[in-house]
């Protein structure tokens, strides 16, 4: 993954969720206009990768509060 990529995951890791929402959505509306519309298959995976950082994130936030 590019430097470029690895910040922009980065910076996206510091948007409130309500952002990460909107930025997601814009991606997809991206991806879908260069593209062509997303397989269900896609679909999922990009789902799965986004509940799992939310996992990470969430706990993180869990192993901050005990240390």
């Known amino acids: 993954m590019s430097d470029v990529a690895v910040e922009l995951i980065h910076t996206f890791s510091a948007l409130s969720r309500c952002e990460q929402h909107a930025v997601l959505l814009e991606l997809v509306r991206i991806s879908e206009a260069n593209a062509g519309p997303l397989s269900d298959e896609e679909l999922t995976a990009a789902g799965e990768s986004v509940f799992a950082m939310y996992d990470a994130e969430e706990a ?7 240390g």
């Open 60 to 66: 993180g936030h869990g192993e901050a509060e005990k």
